[in-house]
């Protein structure tokens, strides 16, 4: 490895030692192998050190910290000791396929702003299916906050993106720190910040290049966040956001969080909000009725079965068809490119 590297690879992880093992391995395995891969543990974890310590690979530094600060702070971490320009976010649950970064790479070096973040489409992997997300790539001068939220259809997954897609310059994401003690949401508020700069822009990359293993056997911040704290960060960030896409997220993420609680206080309170300060669409009504009257497993399910159906994942909506593979590893395949300026900042967007 070089004194620096071309991208330095960023894993938050504690108490998982065989998931981050198999995250570690899948990025050592990459067709790039000037890289370097900073896993910072989450407070003293005698077993991941031991477990990271077998790979006796010199790309490989573990940085653990004195106490748990949660992820968001250990990222954070891993980024302040990152040496590249690039750096690629990864979780511990998950891993990804060997041209990751050399796709993402060719793209953030012709990308035509200063600051892109670079995502990339994965295959979300359930105990009941798998299948491709997201389903759609940018539309050409759609708002970005409303691709990242608004639903076309009844499940999400439409717009997407998700930690361990993310690379992005090594600078922007020190100037753009992830904020400590949000429990959930923290790829997508990370990136509405980071895009209200004006010098960033989002990039696609077509394929899949991440798998995403979502073991719902296995307890999960995901499934346990406090609603009503989600709801005030999103209070927060809505001068980031267009009105349709304020209304997406209250009416969709934050009731989905609600819902268990069968409170006809929070149904009224998240419906008020919605069309007080936002804009709600045929799909945001259809999403709010389905996640209030049916359990959230049964949803699960249904959505995986229709999903993982032959061409489900195919939507006309895409801007450009993808080109066919290129056997050049380095090449990105089916890019789309957002061009600085698109609409979708919050001096464009208003409240």
């Not at 973040?117 to 997300?133: H, K, S």
């Not at 499934?223 to 209304?247: H, K, M, S």
């Not at 949803?299 to 489900?312: M, Q, V």
């Not at 590893?329 to 979708?344: I, K, L, T």
Request: charged share 25%; glycine share 6%; with cysteine.
């Amino acid at each position: 490895m070089s004194s620096t590297p071309d991208v330095s690879v960023v894993i938050p992880t504690r108490g998982r030692p065989d998931l981050v093992t198999r995250a570690v391995r899948s990025v050592l395995a990459q067709t790039v192998t000037d890289l370097e891969v900073v896993v910072v543990v989450d407070g003293p974890d005698e077993e991941t050190r031991r477990a990271l310590a077998a790979f006796g690979d010199d790309r490989l530094r573990v940085l653990e910290l004195p106490s748990p600060g949660g992820a968001p702070n250990a990222r954070n971490v891993g980024v302040g000791a990152a040496r590249a320009r690039w750096t690629a976010l990864l979780d511990d649950d998950d891993e990804w396929l060997p041209s990751k970064l050399a796709v993402q790479l060719d793209l953030a070096e012709s990308a035509r702003v200063a600051m892109p973040i670079v995502a990339c489409r994965l295959r979300n992997r359930t105990p009941r299916a798998e299948f491709v997300m997201p389903r759609r790539l940018p539309a050409i001068g759609e708002p970005l906050t409303e691709y990242l939220t608004v639903r076309r259809g009844l499940f999400h997954g439409d717009g997407f993106i998700q930690t361990s897609t993310i690379l992005a310059p090594t600078e922007l994401l020190r100037r753009v720190p992830f904020t400590v003690g949000l429990r959930r949401l923290q790829e997508l508020d990370w990136t509405f910040r980071a895009l209200s700069h004006a010098d960033v822009d989002l990039v696609y990359a077509a394929e899949p290049l991440v798998i995403w293993h979502q073991d719902e056997d296995r307890p999960r911040i995901t499934f346990d966040t406090d609603w009503a704290e989600q709801f005030e960060w999103l209070q927060r960030i809505r001068p980031l956001l267009t009105r349709r896409a304020y209304a997406a997220l209250t009416m969709s993420v934050i009731s989905s969080m609600a819902a268990p609680t069968r409170s006809a206080t929070a149904f009224r309170t998240l419906l008020a909000e919605a069309r007080r300060h936002g804009q709600p669409g045929v799909y945001d009504y259809l999403a709010f009725g389905q996640i209030w009257l049916i359990p959230p497993q049964l949803r699960r399910t249904l959505r995986d079965r229709i999903l993982r159906r032959p061409g489900a994942g195919r939507t006309a909506a895409a801007p450009r068809p993808a080109p066919a593979a290129s056997p050049d590893a380095r090449r990105p395949v089916g890019p789309v490119r957002r061009v600085s300026g698109d609409s979708g900042r919050p001096s464009e967007i208003g409240a």
